[in-house]
């Protein structure tokens, strides 16, 4: 069974540049969770989609943020326009809905975004 | 405050020999669940083990066991007998509540080298 899959794995852009990140969660996993580490910090949780509607975006940074989960599948997570501030390994993450404590998030290799 | 504490930014073990990786969390949550992941050089975060606030006994995956001080809110790894494998970043996660299906609070890892 193949685990979550991110996309790019390495993306370099310039200040002011769009950038989109794509992550396919395990097939059948309901749940799906953006986070980034930024400057060697902590992992910080940015949203959390059931299917297609977002449960809970209470981390993301700013506007220029946009997660999409069109058809409760693979995920987008657009930046733009990109700030130096940005930069860090963005991580996907999924889990089934199993309603109980034990719930793992299994999580992807994440994107590095480098923003020049 | 930081809910996730690892005080140790880097350890060193010799290969074949017990090493502890400490964690602290902080928490008014009576139910949560406390989550460690391994995230070799390859970048994938890789689940190792779970803990659950109401469990009487510790965790415990094969060469990977989970003191669990509730009182002293402490989770810490033991990785018994190490292996050249295991040198990489461990992370210490927490889940609260009962929304099972919640986001995860990360601390900011502990790399380990085995040395051979």
């Known amino acids: 069974e193949a685990g979550v899959t991110q996309f790019p794995s390495h993306s370099v852009i310039e200040k002011g540049q769009t950038v989109t990140l794509r992550c396919d969660p395990i097939?059948?996993?309901?749940?799906l969770y953006w986070y980034r580490r930024v400057m060697g910090k902590e992992i910080k949780f940015l949203l959390h989609f059931v299917k297609e509607s977002k449960q809970d975006e209470s981390g993301m940074p700013n506007n220029r943020f946009l997660a999409e989960r069109t058809g409760g599948t693979y995920s987008t997570l657009k930046v733009q326009p990109a700030e130096l501030e940005d930069s860090g390994v963005y991580f996907c993450?999924?889990?089934?809905?199993?309603?109980?404590?034990?719930?793992?998030?299994?999580f992807g290799a994440g994107t590095r975004l480098s923003v020049l | 405050a930081q809910k996730i504490t690892q005080t140790q930014p880097g350890m060193f073990v010799q290969e074949k020999e017990a090493v502890t990786l400490d964690c602290t969390y902080d928490?008014?949550?009576?139910?949560?669940?406390l989550f460690w992941y391994k995230q070799p050089s390859s970048g994938e975060m890789i689940f190792l083990i779970y803990?659950?606030?109401?469990?009487?006994q510790n965790a415990t995956e094969g060469r990977y066991s989970l003191n669990f001080q509730k009182a002293r809110k402490s989770a810490n790894l033991v990785i018994s007998a190490s292996q050249l494998g295991d040198s990489a970043m461990y992370f210490c996660?927490?889940?609260?509540?009962?929304?099972?299906?919640?986001?995860?609070?990360f601390g900011d890892g502990t790399t380990l080298t085995v040395k051979p």
């Open positions: 928490t008014s949550d009576p139910s949560y669940g």
């Open positions: 097939s059948g996993h309901d749940n």
């Open positions: 996660a927490m889940r609260e509540g009962f929304r099972y299906a919640g986001k995860s609070t």
């Open positions: 993450a999924s889990s089934q809905e199993t309603g109980r404590p034990k719930n793992i998030q299994y």
């Open positions: 803990q659950g606030s109401y469990d009487q």
